[in-house]
């Protein structure tokens, strides 16, 4: 689907949708203990779909060896890798998009340490065998999502074990997140200053009620979208939560400031274009660093990142983990390539609110992936949004 948004203030409030990180913890915390339904505020994207269409397989025993559709979701895929070693002996996962392309090193080299058979072909992973107790090793530096994967299903084992973090973790608070859930679901996970982490064996989940609180990196394109100067309130947000991305809120008070400013992504990086939309619009050259990991996500997020702003007329220059952003008073009118990436479209669309003509986006689909209601909120507020 390709629009075209015309330039106009937006006014008004809106809810950030459910949180999509806590949204994929808390159902599969909740379909290990038996509790899915009483899971409240759900997020409705392609992404929680896909991780209750694979926690349905592993849990259909009559079906043969599960088949795990994640869709494009990196969360889905890396999260049930080890559940369905714990569960039904392995899985064969497949996905669309750039997913099966995403780095699982880390895994495969427990898999080598542990006589896990694994085989990788194009577009799908077959993984085959058990985990036993011990210490498992991750590096930090590549997705905190495989920490993630191991303490849903270390628990589970009939012994003791601890994952050991072999360089400084990135995305710490996405682990953080993690162990909140468990907790929540009576699982006991001792974090030792994000260095390692033990496991007791022999847990079992427990039902409990869970809410879904509202998502703080969606969240991050409408304080985007005020300081570009529209009138956008938005409520419905814990400024207590264990997402790490309310940096947002601190870092939009930041950049509202002129002056040349510098901002760590390590433990933000789904942040990136919400920021660089802010980056835009203020004055002053904006650097964003240790942002490499950004290039295996939907798309390079660092390359497409900097394609959308130049489209618009953005001074920008990338380099292999950072991207420097210089702004501008002045967004022409253009089209724009979503880059099959709803981070992209969707910080696409709050710049053209301040551009100088009509924008058009290609492939504004993709922002079912995570924010299905972007485009209806985008209306709520004023904005001007027809299909082509």
């Keep these: 689907m390709d629009i075209r948004v015309r330039p106009g203030a937006l006014s008004g409030t809106v809810t950030p949708p459910p949180s999509k ?8 915390a909740g379909y290990l203990a038996k509790s899915e339904d009483r899971i409240k505020n759900l ?3 392609q992404d929680i779909e896909a991780t209750k269409r694979c926690m349905d397989a592993l849990f259909d025993i009559g079906s043969g060896f599960p088949l795990l559709d994640c869709g494009e979701s990196g969360s889905t895929l890396r999260f049930l890798i080890p559940l369905s070693l714990v569960l039904r002996g392995g899985a064969k ?10 780095p699982q090193e880390p895994y495969f080299d427990i898999f080598r340490k542990n006589g896990v058979h694994f085989e990788k072909s194009v577009g799908e992973l077959a993984v085959m065998g058990s985990l036993t107790p011990g210490a498992f090793e991750l590096p930090g530096d590549v997705s905190s999502q495989f920490v993630t994967g191991l303490l849903y299903a270390l628990p589970l084992l009939p012994g003791d074990s601890e994952v050991v973090i072999t360089s400084p973790l990135e995305s710490r608070e996405y682990v953080t997140m993690t162990v909140d859930v468990l907790k929540k679901y009576g699982i006991y996970v001792e974090n030792h200053d994000f260095q390692r982490f033990s496991v007791p064996g022999n847990q079992k989940y427990t039902p409990c009620d869970y809410t879904v609180e509202a998502d703080w990196s969606q969240a991050g394109f409408w304080y985007a979208a005020r300081l570009l100067g529209n009138n956008v309130k938005v409520c419905g947000l814990d400024l207590s939560s264990p997402q790490g991305d309310r940096a947002i809120a601190e870092l939009a008070e930041r950049l509202a400031d002129p002056g040349d400013v510098t901002v760590d992504l390590a433990q933000i990086p789904d942040l ?3 920021l660089a939309v802010m980056a835009a619009g203020r004055s002053g050259e904006t650097r964003f660093v240790n942002a490499g990991r950004l290039r295996m996500k939907e798309s390079d997020r660092i390359a497409s990142t900097s394609a959308m702003l130049r489209a618009f007329g953005v001074k920008c220059a990338e380099g292999p983990d950072f991207l ?3 702004g501008t008073d002045s967004l022409k009118p253009c089209s724009v390539d979503g880059a099959n990436d709803h981070r992209i479209v969707m910080a696409a669309a709050i710049l053209a609110t301040r551009a100088s003509g009509p924008v058009t986006i290609l492939g504004a689909q993709a922002v079912n992936k995570s924010y299905p209601t972007f485009f209806d909120d985008f209306k709520m507020l004023g904005g001007e949004v027809s299909v082509l």
């Design 21 to 28: 990180s806590l949204s994929h913890r808390a159902l599969i």
């Design 43 to 45: 997020a409705a994207s």
């Design 93 to 102: 996962f497949t996905g669309r998009g750039r997913l099966m392309d995403r």
């Design 272 to 274: 990136l274009p919400p």
């Design 324 to 326: 420097t952003v210089t």
